[in-house]
């Protein structure tokens, strides 16, 4: 049975930045890409970023590339997401998910419970 628990998500003014966890459970962590996605209300789910299981190729939605960084520590089983430059709407509950880096929820079979980011004007 594979978890993943985020923590890192909050209260944060426009412009400024947060760092949201993603931890795992399990041997297997370095051998799945991971995605971070995320969800606003009255809004789909989205494709946020990705990470390969090495650690070496990234991929991110438009809407955050040059603001937020995903990356991942595979002794710890924990990827990572750096927000910067928040904006009001990144404001939304981040997910991770297990399974690939590429947008489209069906490509991915464990998520987490998310965490809420709330960015004010």
């Known amino acids: 049975q594979v978890q993943l628990v985020e923590s890192g998500g909050g209260l944060v003014q426009a412009g400024g930045s947060l760092r949201l966890s993603c931890a795992a459970s399990?041997?297997?962590?370095?051998?799945?890409?991971m995605g971070w996605f995320r969800q606003a209300p009255g809004k789909e789910r989205e494709f946020v970023a990705g990470i390969s299981w090495s650690g070496d190729y990234t991929n991110y939605a438009d809407s955050v590339k040059g603001r937020f960084t995903i990356s991942r520590d595979n002794a710890k089983s924990t990827v990572y997401l750096q927000m910067n430059s928040l904006k009001p709407e990144d404001t939304a509950v981040y997910y991770c998910?297990?399974?690939?880096?590429?947008?489209?929820?069906?490509?991915?079979?464990?998520w987490g419970q998310g965490t809420q980011v709330t960015v004010s004007s």
């Open positions: 998910a297990r399974g690939s880096m590429l947008p489209g929820a069906r490509r991915y079979d464990y």
């Open positions: 399990g041997r297997t962590f370095s051998n799945y890409a």
